[in-house]
Structure formats: structure tokens, C-alpha cells
């Protein structure tokens, strides 16, 4: 095992705190990131406070990373060391069931394995970003590119791919137009791309108090 550094709540109530954890030994296709950046997502919040069903404490969260790989298995070919790249709230899956060979493994038929929370097939609580590292299955990390900064791209590994996937699932584009319901977290994500996509954008809220940043 690989004794990290993290940071974990030890309850619904209390603080975080520092501690060290384990993570597994490398398998042929893991890849050891050293965590540079991880966002916090308020389902990390939700989760640590218990308020998504039970949790097995102490709890480490993050599942918007974004990191340096440190090392490979025997059998990755998708990463290298010194890698720039992201993980976001998956870890693993089958990788054996229709749904996985489609790439829709949030849909596993033998259920995939969340990056914190969750138990892996190997057996072990998986524990998330609040930490220096993490080991995880090569299928599961995304490279970043050289252009954008690891701190940037963190909040990306959920808020944004969030937005993104809808957004591009009903073909943004110039010529469509897009409204966003809110504009917190999200909804800036949202506006962000759905520009960046060409389409016309409109922020619909509560209020006029955002009017000036939308």
C-alpha cells in the first residue's frame, strides 16, 4: 500500500482534518497522480455531512482533480509519467457490460465505482482529491492539455463536463439558442461554453441582481 497525505471529515459534524491514508499498490493499468488541484463541489459537502445516505467516516472527498501522473502501470498506454491530467467522479467500472462498451459507464450494469464513497473491486473504500495522491484505473484519466492551467481545469472535471455533455448532446452551435436557468456554479459554466459553442444565450433568474454579470 502507499500511505498519502489527505484531508478527511470524521464525521457529519466536524471539521476536516489532516491524516494519512492508503492507497493501493499500482495493478498493470493504474496510473499514481499527484494531485496538484482539486475543486470543491458542494455534493462533496452534501456527502461528508451525510446527507446523501450513509458514510462509511473517516471520508476524504474531491472528485474534481486535476494532477501530474508520478507513475504508470506495466500495462497503461493511454498515460506517462509527467502527464498533465484530470479525474472526475468515476474511478472504475466493469468495463465488460453493454452499457460500459458504449462508453456510458455512469450506466454500468455491475455498477461503476465512484472516486469517493464507494467500494472498489479490489475491495477497498475508495477515497477522493482532498489528498497529495490517488491511484486510478488509466480508462478513467483524461489528459489535459498543455494550454490550460491544471487550477482551471479542476472545477471542469465535474462542473464542467456537467454542462458540456448536454450542451453537446443537443448540438449547441451557432444558429441555436440556449437558455440557462440560474446562474450560479453551473449556470456560469454553462454560459461560458454554450458561447464558446457559437449558439445565442440567454440567463433566465429570479432577479435582475445578476443581470450585469450574465
Known sequence: MITVNARATFSPEGPFKLTEIERRELQPHDVLIEIKYAGICHSDIHTARGEWGPVQYPLVPGHEIAGIVAQVGAAVTKHAVGDRVGV??????????????????????????????????????????????????????????????????????????????????????????????????????????AHAMGAEVTVLSQSLKKKKTA
Open 88 to 193: 472526475g467522479c468515476m474511478v472504475d467500472s466493469c468495463g465488460e457490460c453493454p452499457n460500459c462498451h458504449k462508453g456510458e459507464e455512469q450506466y454500468c450494469l455491475n455498477g461503476m465505482t465512484g472516486t469517493y464513497g464507494a467500494t472498489d473491486k479490489y475491495g477497498h473504500y475508495t477515497q477522493g482529491g482532498y489528498s497529495t495522491h490517488i491511484v486510478v484505473t488509466e480508462e478513467f484519466v483524461v489528459r489535459i492539455p498543455d494550454s490550460l492551467p491544471l487550477d482551471a481545469a479542476a472545477p471542469l472535471l465535474c462542473a464542467g463536463i456537467t454542462t458540456y455533455s448536454p450542451l453537446r448532446h443537443w448540438g449547441a452551435a451557432p444558429g441555436k439558442r440556449v437558455a440557462v436557468v440560474g446562474l450560479g456554479g453551473l449556470g456560469h459554466m454553462a454560459v461560458k461554453l
